[in-house]
């Protein structure tokens, strides 16, 4: 009888010490380092979005132009915007795929608005010159044109470009335009746009403007009794481009193709017969 009693002691014991055993070898794996994390993708270094790519991602070309400048970019009597460069940059916008959205600004504001991308494009016919050249990009011509001299209907002293020096000219700051008349001597009375440079005219607060032929033949075309004449040509001929912030390769080549296709096809000399009678894009 204390056999059995001691066997079953003995038992008990061995019992109790194998339940311990995987006790603790249970806690043992809970408590186990955790495994490494899994080492980071490598990140993936961003392009730049070229602009053609961005105009077309956000389905839109934004367009900067004056607004006041008749018969390239102005208001007609309905309040819509219009004229040639208006019509030409917006079948360009279309041959992209894109819908033309115009943001109007002065001309002397003009090239800030661009270099601080308020704009895409510039349609306002900026004459292609090299300074300009250096810093900013141009499309192919599209309107080529000549500057002529303008003085009131009275003044019978003004001849020639040769005549101006020391007389008060009416002009924006930044044209090719106000060049000339700087070139001739002229003393520049800053005026925002063509409109007040042809009011000062009128109300002899200017002796001349330098002005485009183009512009000015529509001008005398709508108000023929307007107090103004044409005195003088400039010998040189100005060719007029888009303007693109520097390094707008791609668009740049869109829009040239765009433009090319519609002088094949004839629509810009449509749209040039519609404002002037005849070709002005060459």
Not at 15 to 28: E, F, L, N, T
Not at 142 to 147: D, Q
Not at 198 to 227: A, E, M, W
């Amino acid at each position: 009888m204390k056999k059995l009693l001691f066997s079953a002691l003995i038992s008990s014991l061995l019992i109790g010490v194998v339940g311990c055993g995987s006790s603790g070898s249970g806690s043992s794996s809970n408590t186990a380092a955790p495994a490494p994390a899994p080492a980071p993708a490598p990140t993936e270094q961003k392009t730049e979005q070229n602009l053609l790519d961005k105009v077309k991602a956000e389905g839109k070309l934004v367009i900067g132009t004056e607004g006041t400048y008749s018969p390239f970019t102005y208001h007609d009597q309905s309040g819509k915007l219009t004229g040639y460069d208006v019509e030409v940059i917006s079948e360009v916008a279309k041959r992209l795929g894109v819908e033309p959205v115009f943001q109007e600004t002065q001309w002397d504001a003009m090239f800030a608005g661009l270099d601080s991308k308020r704009f895409d494009v510039v349609a306002n016919q900026v004459g292609i010159r090299p300074d300009r050249q250096e810093k900013y990009d141009f499309s192919a011509p599209y309107t080529v044109s000549t500057a002529v001299l303008v003085t009131h209907k009275d003044n019978n002293t003004v001849t020639g470009f040769d005549s101006i020096k020391g007389l008060k000219a009416g002009q924006t700051l930044t044209s090719n335009l106000t060049d000339i008349a700087k070139q001739n001597g002229a003393d520049i009375v800053a005026v925002e746009g063509f409109n007040q440079a042809i009011d000062l005219l009128v109300s002899k607060r200017v002796d001349i403007t330098i002005n485009d032929g183009l512009s000015l033949l529509d001008f005398l075309k709508q108000k023929p009794d307007t107090p103004i004449k044409i005195v003088a040509k400039h010998p040189d001929v100005a060719k007029n481009g888009f303007l693109f912030r520097k390094g707008s390769t791609e668009l740049v080549e869109a829009v040239n193709q765009a433009l090319d296709d519609m002088s094949k096809d004839g629509t810009l000399l449509k749209i040039s017969e519609k404002w002037f009678g005849e070709d002005v894009s060459k």
